[in-house]
């Protein structure tokens, strides 16, 4: 089944240790989100790629870094997380056809603790 | 600039009861797209629908229906005959055109719904 792919599903990290989370699809779409979610909250999102072209959202701190090495992966690096980025991370994808929207499919999400 | 507003943040109902979720949303884009997902504990999150801007029929899918009206900028959402298995937050959310094809959604801050058997 096509789908979007989200390792590990749980990640523990200690406080200013680096940390790699991973996001894969099987649905060659072109764009790919990086969502955070904390406790009880909506949603934020972080940055997306579309294609090649990296999209930051002003607000996201500069801890926060990504890689899309192919249009099947892309990656989240914190470098050093702080107590305060615990939370879940989702990642998503959609088709960019210019002037159609297309939805966007959510992975499983990352619970990252940091200790 | 988006905004989705949730105003209920908690509702709790007992089996087999109607429930309705409301969201009103606010843009200038006059091209949008209006959606809901659910987020069960597992935390995936599950797309329920999605509403353009030029379609106000309200639509109906099994226990689910959505009645979306422009002239109060509302997308709410009836869970008929409610199950416990519909307990989960729901977010509204809204999506315009950012540019070059990649549309963003602005979430609401969810409905966390409780159904008690």
């Known amino acids: 089944d096509a789908m979007v792919i989200q390792n590990p599903r749980y990640q523990v990290t200690q406080f200013g240790k680096p940390v790699t989370l991973s996001c894969s699809q099987t649905?060659?779409?072109?764009?790919m989100y990086w969502y955070q979610q904390k406790s009880s909250q909506a949603p934020k999102l972080l940055f997306h790629y579309y294609d090649k072209d990296f999209n930051n959202e002003a607000d996201t701190p500069d801890n926060f870094q990504s890689r899309r090495p192919n249009t099947s992966f892309c990656f989240l690096d914190i470098r050093s997380p702080g107590l305060g980025d615990a939370a879940m991370y989702l990642c998503a994808t959609s088709r960019g056809t210019s002037g159609t929207y297309n939805e966007q499919f959510f992975g499983p999400g990352t619970r990252l603790t940091v200790l | 600039a988006q905004k989705v507003t949730q105003a209920q943040t908690e509702i709790s109902v007992v089996e087999k009861e109607d429930v309705t979720l409301d969201c009103v949303y606010e843009?200038?884009?006059?091209?949008?797209?209006l959606f809901w997902y659910k987020q069960p504990p597992s935390g995936e999150l599950v797309f329920l629908i999605r509403r353009n801007s030029f379609d106000e029929q309200n639509e109906i899918s099994g226990r689910y229906s959505w009645n979306f009206q422009k002239s109060t900028s509302s997308f709410n959402f009836t869970i008929t005959a409610s199950q416990v298995v519909d307990s989960a937050v729901y977010f509204c959310?809204?999506?315009?055109?950012?540019?070059?094809?990649?549309?963003?959604?602005?979430f609401g801050k969810g409905t966390k719904l409780s159904v008690i058997p």
């Open positions: 649905l060659n779409h072109n764009v």
């Open positions: 843009t200038r884009d006059t091209t949008y797209y």
């Open positions: 959310a809204l999506s315009a055109d950012s540019g070059a094809g990649s549309y963003q959604l602005t």
